[in-house]
Nanobody, 127 residues
Framework: QVQLVESGGGLVQAGGSLRLSCAAS????????MGWFRQAPGKEREFVAA????????NYADSVKGRFTISRDNAKNTVYLQMNSLKPEDTAVYFC????????????????????WGQGTQVTVSS
């Protein structure tokens, strides 16, 4: 059974930092494009960041570009999201997801394309 387990969420003041982790029980983790999405109360889920199999290619939503960094450690089956300069509008439940196709297929921004999802971790940024 595939599991994606996020951790690292919490309450932080505006301007602060958090590092989210997502541990995946995928036998071939290194063959999955990995993504982070978020959903704020009353809003639709939105794309945050994605990373290719090797970690050599990344993509970010405009709202987080320059503040968030996605990375992965294939030896540990883990993907990370380093979040700096957090803003109250970053408050949301953050989900990691695994996409069983190459990053170059271009579907990494589409949540419906992903094969597996974690349960989410709450990030709250106070002003």
């Amino acid at each position: 059974q595939v599991q994606l387990v996020e951790s690292g969420g919490g309450l932080v003041q505006a301007g602060g930092s958090l590092r989210l982790s997502c541990a995946a029980s995928l036998r071939t983790f290194s063959r999955y494009t990995m993504g982070w999405f978020r959903q704020a109360p009353g809003k639709e889920r939105e794309f945050v960041a994605a990373i290719s199999w090797s970690g050599g290619r990344t993509n970010y939503a405009d709202s987080v570009k320059g503040r968030f960094t996605i990375s992965r450690d294939n030896a540990k089956n883990t993907v990370y999201l380093q979040m700096n300069s957090l803003k109250p509008e970053d408050t949301a439940v953050y989900f990691c997801a695994a996409l069983a196709e190459t990053y170059y297929g271009g579907n990494y921004r589409r949540g419906s394309a992903y094969n597996y999802w974690g349960q989410g971790t709450q990030v709250t940024v106070s002003s």
